[in-house]
Structure formats: structure tokens, C-alpha cells
Nanobody
Framework: QVQLEESGGGLVQAGGSLRLSCAAS????????IGWFRQAPGKEREFVAS??????NYADSVKGRFTIYSDNVKNTLYLQMNSLKPEDTAIYYC????????????WGQGTQVTVSS
């Protein structure tokens, strides 16, 4: 049973930085697509970034500010968030789309990021 646990959220002022972590147990990331999503109050969950091997994708809203990377030895996914804006406020979730599957089948419980203006 794969489990994901996010950490690193918190309260930060606009322009600040945070690094989110997502530790996985029960499965290695090596061939899967792993990513970050977020959900702001009153809005639907949206894609933020994903990575599989050298293939990285970002939402337009975070390009140039956020960096996704993984440590396959630690089986941990990271999201470095710089130049944070109030509109980045949301619960951030990590997720895994196992190799060969179309759906993001495994989700963490999320970590709250709040950016004050």
C-alpha cells in the first residue's frame, strides 16, 4: 500500500519561499509520474507540476517560480516555491500516477500554504 506524506507548508509573506516535501512509502518513484496539485478555498484542485525521469511540466501560473525535483534514494518529492504570491495560497497535495495508468491514483493528505500580502 503506497502512502504519501506532505510536509513543509506554512505561513509566509508575499515574495518569500517555501519548500514542500512528499515522502513516499510502499513504492519507489523510479518509473512513475509524480506531481503536485493544489486546491484553494472555493476552487477546484489544479495541477501545479509533475516529473517523470527528465520530463518536467509546470502550470503556467508557477513557471519560473516553482521547481519540482525528486530524490529517488530518499523516495521523496520536493517543490521549491519562490517569489510566492497571495494567489498561491492553497492546500498542496502530492500524487502519483503509476506507470502505465492514466489516473493519478495515489494522493497525500495535503499541506497548507498561506501567503500573506
Amino acid at each position: 500500500q503506497v502512502q504519501l506524506e506532505e510536509s513543509g507548508g506554512g505561513l509566509v509573506q508575499a515574495g518569500g519561499s517555501l519548500r514542500l516535501s512528499c515522502a513516499a512509502s510502499g513504492r519507489t518513484f523510479s518509473s512513475d509520474t509524480i506531481g503536485w496539485f493544489r486546491q484553494a478555498p472555493g476552487k477546484e484542485r489544479e495541477f501545479v507540476a509533475s516529473i517523470r525521469w527528465h520530463i518536467i511540466n509546470y502550470a503556467d501560473s508557477v513557471k519560473g517560480r516553482f521547481t519540482i525535483y525528486s530524490d529517488n534514494v530518499k523516495n521523496t518529492l520536493y517543490l521549491q516555491m519562490n517569489s510566492l504570491k497571495p494567489e498561491d495560497t492553497a492546500i498542496y497535495y502530492c500524487a502519483v500516477r503509476p506507470v502505465g495508468q492514466d489516473q493519478w491514483g495515489v494522493w497525500g493528505q495535503g499541506t497548507q500554504v498561506t501567503v500573506s500580502s
